[in-house]
């Protein structure tokens, strides 16, 4: 039987690493919103890193909010807001997030809002460890801290029709997973309960916009931070046990290239069972973004990258472009995913990207 290969699309890169490395910012704990935090302080600079990742060009960009929650704004002191920008002033500065993308992207590059999950936003962040505090250590407690951050995203100006997508990112826990999933089928009911969601018509425009759930490997296994095995990330991912709205993409973000040949195979062989059991509605999307490293790995301690204890930095001639081109070739030829999205994560720059679209359009 011939499989008909899979169409290939671009994503964009990493986006704090690249203000830090081209455009000298430092982030530090007087900074708690990352890249985010220019949607304060420095539109302009801003504009012009997400600015360069479009002209690539790539078809989806991710919006400067990856780190966004009520309490990191409440944290971040500027001159204008010498005691944290109060919660009714956040939507502004959201609505900024997506238009800065509307300005510079062309004319069919799609727009996806970035969510991180709740351990990006603790100080040091967790989301490559899961070790997150009591107060959020369910898949009910995640649920609410999910429901509270999306409400934020809820008050941007006519979301539905700017947005295109909600990414849901470097998530590193199977309840945080469910709670996700959760919310996204409440989102989507015109009956959602009160109590779930507090007032579901201020984020009824949510729910009719396209998700995916990007998961994070961080070590030579395959699990989770949470010690979650594949088949039970893409049963929490894709099973239709617990919801019949289930994520238009799967992903593999912030996670070390070499581990993702063996990972996309978990992740195919577990789709399939869910498959035969009959839990599956269709094969969704697979997004990958890797980070642009060289073996080099994030402290949250130092906030610096570097080679763990013992390891000698990578001498594969193999560029990390062409790595994730032949990936990428391998996973679209086996003709099972509705379409493949690639692009970078950490340390991966404009000039990866572009070099990586250059070779993946020439497999084609």
């Given at each position: 039987?011939?499989?008909?290969?899979?169409?290939?699309?671009?994503?964009?890169?990493?986006?704090?690493?690249?203000?830090?490395?081209?455009?000298g910012f430092v982030f530090t704990e007087a900074t708690p919103l990352w890249s985010s935090h220019l949607l304060i302080t420095n539109k302009d600079t801003l504009k012009s890193c997400q600015h360069a990742f479009a002209s690539v060009p790539v078809d989806i960009l991710l919006t400067a909010t990856y780190q966004v929650s009520a309490e990191g704004f409440r944290r971040t002191r500027t001159n204008s807001f010498p005691d944290g920008v109060p919660r009714e002033k956040i939507s502004g500065f959201l609505d900024d997030a997506v238009s800065i993308l509307e300005q510079v992207r062309q004319p069919a590059t799609k727009i996806a809002l970035s969510l991180g999950p709740y351990g990006a936003v603790m100080m040091p962040s967790q989301e490559?460890?899961?070790?997150?505090?009591?107060?959020?250590?369910?898949?009910?407690?995640?649920?609410?801290?999910?429901?509270?951050?999306?409400?934020?995203?809820?008050?941007?100006?006519?979301?539905?029709?700017?947005?295109?997508?909600?990414?849901?990112?470097?998530?590193?826990?199977?309840?945080?997973?469910?709670?996700?999933?959760?919310?996204?089928?409440?989102?989507?009911?015109?009956?959602?309960?009160?109590?779930?969601?507090?007032?579901?018509?201020?984020?009824?425009?949510?729910?009719?916009?396209?998700?995916?759930?990007?998961?994070?490997?961080?070590?030579?296994?395959?699990?989770?931070?949470?010690?979650?095995?594949?088949?039970?990330?893409?049963?929490?991912?894709?099973?239709?046990?617990?919801?019949?709205?289930?994520?238009?993409?799967?992903?593999?973000?912030?996670?070390?290239?070499?581990?993702?040949?063996?990972?996309?195979?978990?992740?195919?062989?577990?789709?399939?069972?869910?498959?035969?059991?009959?839990?599956?509605?269709?094969?969704?999307?697979?997004?990958?973004?890797?980070?642009?490293?060289?073996?080099?790995?994030?402290?949250?301690?130092?906030?610096?990258?570097?080679?763990?204890?013992?390891?000698?930095?990578?001498?594969?001639?193999?560029?990390?472009?062409?790595?994730?081109?032949?990936?990428?070739?391998?996973?679209?030829?086996?003709?099972?995913?509705?379409?493949?999205?690639?692009?970078?994560?950490?340390?991966?720059?404009?000039?990866?990207?572009?070099?990586?679209?250059?070779?993946?359009?020439?497999?084609?």
């Amino acid at each position: 039987m011939v499989v008909a290969a899979a169409s290939v699309q671009f994503l964009d890169g990493g986006l704090g690493t690249t203000l830090e490395d081209e455009h000298g910012f430092v982030f530090t704990e007087a900074t708690p919103l990352w890249s985010s935090h220019l949607l304060i302080t420095n539109k302009d600079t801003l504009k012009s890193c997400q600015h360069a990742f479009a002209s690539v060009p790539v078809d989806i960009l991710l919006t400067a909010t990856y780190q966004v929650s009520a309490e990191g704004f409440r944290r971040t002191r500027t001159n204008s807001f010498p005691d944290g920008v109060p919660r009714e002033k956040i939507s502004g500065f959201l609505d900024d997030a997506v238009s800065i993308l509307e300005q510079v992207r062309q004319p069919a590059t799609k727009i996806a809002l970035s969510l991180g999950p709740y351990g990006a936003v603790m100080m040091p962040s967790q989301e490559y460890t899961a070790r997150y505090d009591d107060e959020h250590n369910s898949a009910e407690k995640l649920f609410r801290w999910h429901a509270d951050r999306i409400r934020l995203f809820a008050s941007i100006p006519r979301v539905s029709v700017r947005v295109d997508f909600l990414a849901f990112e470097t998530v590193p826990r199977l309840d945080e997973i469910l709670a996700i999933r959760k919310l996204t089928t409440l989102l989507a009911s015109p009956s959602a309960d009160p109590a779930d969601l507090a007032d579901p018509a201020a984020v009824d425009p949510l729910g009719r916009i396209p998700y995916w759930i990007s998961c994070v490997f961080p070590g030579a296994g395959q699990s989770l931070p949470d010690g979650s095995s594949v088949s039970q990330v893409i049963r929490a991912l894709l099973s239709l046990e617990h919801s019949y709205n289930p994520p238009w993409g799967i992903g593999i973000n912030c996670t070390k290239i070499a581990e993702l040949p063996q990972l996309i195979g978990a992740y195919e062989v577990s789709v399939r069972l869910l498959e035969r059991d009959g839990h599956l509605h269709s094969w969704p999307s697979l997004l990958l973004y890797p980070d642009g490293t060289n073996g080099e790995v994030y402290c949250t301690d130092t906030k610096t990258w570097r080679l763990p204890s013992g390891m000698k930095e990578a001498t594969d001639e193999t560029s990390w472009e062409q790595q994730l081109c032949d990936v990428v070739t391998q996973a679209r030829n086996r003709g099972c995913w509705r379409s493949v999205i690639v692009g970078g994560c950490c340390k991966a720059t404009p000039q990866n990207i572009s070099k990586l679209r250059a070779m993946v359009l020439n497999n084609t």
